[in-house]
């Protein structure tokens, strides 16, 4: 295909002729569903998916501890954390065991090395060869495996190795030849390389600065990762059926053959790179909620599949230019850029693209990060906007998308009574596959068509599931998994995981009755001047500002709430004020006048969104006692940034606040006056969101993109302006 036609060819076509995948060309025949979703030409499109990987072993099996002990996998339960191999190939991680299914028999290989350990494992389990994982069944004779070097097994799935390693086997595969020759020509090492010869090469090409040092620190790498051991396949033996178990690692699902989250990814870097080719100077934005994730995407698949498929590879790439993780150049002028960001966009500002891709969408914070993104395309004449994720709660981001998008559904039609449906319920699980809900015969999943249940929409949004999978209805050991977890999953998790369908709400930290339980007989007046009577006992006063988003698509409003500090250490409403959806420079002027006629000691307003409003403000009450608070990801929970602003870590400042309403250490007017306010504060709840680091879940606070909840975050300011008057810098950390 030479480069000039291009252009006249769809996305799927593309990516089927240019494209390859671990190794072999890129194939969307066993997923019918994605030729519509490669080919649409929706300005904005929401990819929902069904997350579900695991791998499968003997039941004698070792699997390594996180302590270094071993622990064979019949005794493994879930939550107990075993080491395993990262989806790089190259690290080792430590994570829990996330699901395990029941005992069962399936067909096995018996694999030897060179040192004599020995491996069985079902037909598709992902053994790592130096560039991809190559199911069990497919491994050849020859061919070099990583194994896990503490203690010497392999990765989590091996026999106890009694053998100590000696240095004439632990040897590169020949692979990393070519990585010296891409630094110097002439340099073609004897064969085998060890690691000692390697880090000779190391040495002599660090000494001289002509050589490329980023290919140089590359190669380095392999002489950190010391705990992988390169071992040669000496022997495959087929051992017929054994009892196996199935299970599932967090974070180590980037398996061959398995699962849709891989799908999902591959989706994500192929669209990049085929509109990147398609087009000359495209400029692509893809974002994922964290730098783990981020970089993960890039060594595993965008990276990989560029540099694995010929064509690409070829016409498309400088190969002297230095692997950047971040950023991908091509010959053609197209732009990859890739970021990360959870609740903060800063990093992301500024940018221009054509196309913004969003992934694990679920994660990422709606109204404080999507905007900006969108801005980025603000000025392109494509301005593609793409979503991919899955589902969590009904509340989150995917949630409010969803809602707002086509909702096509993948639909079949029932040979048996005619009837067309869709898979959304646990109904249609059958013995062996797919069944119709209203006469039970199996449906072919091969032959369905997208349906909008929406018409009119901005959004194109598709939903994948487990049970649409060819390969899971075609396989009945891949069926029988969806089984086992339709019976040991909660209801919510399997919709969740396995149907890509939100169920659960998240956890709402305080209930309303506790709310009501604060209010009492008192009335706030319409517009300040206070009542000196409620003033009077009160320490201090102060008040907070949550400045509206002004004319974005969500729900925001200017909200001013004024407390006072009473002689027991509560905290009372004196005074608050919730101004339409505007812009906030509107109102800053009335806003100025409340504090004013209240008397705040000090005042707090939002950063975020009100940098301008937040500087009227300044002028009108002084810069003494006006400070500007931004919300972020912090380490320290409260701390001034030395220049113009406090730093709060939003999930901390929270929790805190969440906590003096825990402990009714509010006060607030009766219970009509509250009603719009309790509302906003009965908005926000709990989530866990994937950091990455390591694989800890951190907590964060939500609320659905569609209800407002300005009303509680001016309170948080106020009690946070609190703090700065006393002085007192310390939050509760739950993180
Ligand atoms: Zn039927």
């Known amino acids: 295909m030479t480069t000039t036609c291009i252009g006249k060819y769809s996305r799927s076509h593309l990516a089927e002729r240019l494209l390859h995948l671990d190794g072999a060309p890129f194939s969307l025949k066993d997923y019918p569903f994605f030729y519509t979703i490669y080919n649409t030409d929706a300005q904005e499109t929401l990819l929902k998916t069904a997350r579900q990987v695991s791998k499968t072993c003997v039941e004698t099996t070792a699997c390594l501890l996180e302590s270094g002990d071993t622990k064979e996998i019949s ?150 990762r010391r705990d992988i051991y390169w071992d040669r396949v000496v022997s495959i033996e087929k051992i017929g059926k054994q009892w196996c178990y199935d299970i599932s690692v967090k974070d180590t699902e980037s398996f061959v053959a398995e699962g849709i989250v891989t799908h999902n990814s591959t989706y994500c870097a192929n669209l990049m790179i085929i509109d990147s080719i398609r087009i000359p100077h495209f400029k692509t934005l893809y974002l994922t909620p964290t730098k783990e994730q981020t970089s993960k995407f890039s060594n595993t698949r965008l990276t990989k599949t560029i540099h694995y498929s010929p064509h690409i590879r070829k016409n498309y790439i400088d190969t002297t230019l230095p692997n950047n993780v971040l950023l991908q150049v091509l010959k053609n002028g197209s732009l990859m850029v890739l970021s990360y960001a959870m609740d903060d966009p800063d990093r992301v500002r500024g940018n221009t693209s054509d196309r913004n891709l969003v992934d694990e969408v679920q994660d990422i914070h709606y109204e404080a990060v999507i905007p900006v993104v969108k801005e980025c395309a603000a000025v392109s004449k494509y301005a593609y906007m793409d979503y991919c994720g899955t589902p969590k709660s009904m509340e989150n981001t995917i949630e409010y998308l969803w809602g707002r998008s086509s909702r096509s559904e993948w639909v079949m039609k029932c040979e048996g009574c ?124 102060t008040g907070g500002v949550d400045w509206s988003g002004g004319g974005s698509e969500y729900v925001s409003r200017t909200v001013a709430w004024v407390f006072g500090y009473t002689g027991d250490g509560r905290y009372r409403t004196l005074y608050y004020k919730i101004f339409p959806s505007d812009n906030p420079i509107a109102n800053v002027e009335e806003v100025a006048k409340i504090f004013n006629a209240c008397r705040c000691d000090i005042v707090v307003g939002d950063a975020g969104e009100g940098a301008v409003a937040n500087s009227h403000l300044m002028r009108a009450l002084g810069a003494h006692r006006m400070f500007q608070v931004q919300y972020g990801s912090f380490l320290k929970l409260l701390k001034w940034n030395k220049k113009d602003r406090y730093l709060v870590d939003r999930t901390a400042a929270i929790d805190s606040f969440m906590l003096v309403l825990k402990h009714q250490g509010c006060i607030y007017p009766n219970e009509a006056q509250m009603r719009l306010p309790f509302l906003d504060m009965l908005a926000e709840y709990e989530e866990s969101t994937m950091t990455g680091q390591g694989g800890v879940s951190r907590k964060v606070w939500r609320h659905a993109p569609s209800t407002p909840d300005d009303c509680l975050h001016a309170q948080v300011f106020a009690w946070l302006a609190m703090k700065i008057a006393r002085q007192d810098l310390e939050l509760y950390d739950a993180n």
């Open 75 to 224: 005794k493994i339960q879930v939550g107990e954390r075993i080491v395993s191999l990262g989806v790089d190939g190259a690290t080792l991680l430590s994570a829990p065991v996330t699901w395990k299914s029941p005992r069962y028999q399936k067909p096995c290989v018996r694999i030897t090395t060179r040192l004599g350990l020995v491996l069985e494992a079902g037909l598709e389990h992902p053994i790592r060869c130096w560039d991809r994982w190559v199911p069990a069944g497919k491994l050849t004779i020859g061919t070099r495996i990583a194994s896990v070097r503490q203690g010497g097994r392999f990765t989590g799935t091996s026999r106890v190795l009694t053998q100590r390693s000696n240095d004439d086997c632990d040897t590169l595969p020949s692979e990393c030849h070519s990585s010296i020759h891409q630094i110097h020509e002439r340099h073609s090492p004897e064969y085998p390389l060890t690691y000692t010869k390697l880090a000779k090469y190391v040495e002599h090409f660090r000494g001289n600065e002509e050589y490329n040092q980023s290919l140089v620190e590359e190669l380095a790498l392999h002489l950190e």
């Open 418 to 541: 005619s009837s067309h449906q869709f898979i959304d319920s646990a109904r249609s699980i059958g013995k062996h596959g797919v069944i119709c809900i209203k006469c039970g015969k199996r449906l072919n999943v091969r032959e369905g068509f997208w349906y909008d249940f929406a018409k009119d929409t901005r959004i194109k949004g598709f939903h994948v599931s487990q049970p649409m999978l060819p390969v899971n209805n075609e396989y009945q050991e891949r069926w029988d998994r969806i089984l086992d977890k339709l019976e040991t999953y909660s209801e919510s998790k399997f919709k969740n995981e396995v149907l890509g369908v939100s169920d659960a709400i998240g956890t709402r930290f305080i209930s309303q009755d506790e709310l009501l339980a604060m209010c009492h007989d008192y009335c706030i007046p319409e517009s300040p001047p206070l009542d000196p009577e409620q003033v009077e006992e009160c320490r201090f006063v």
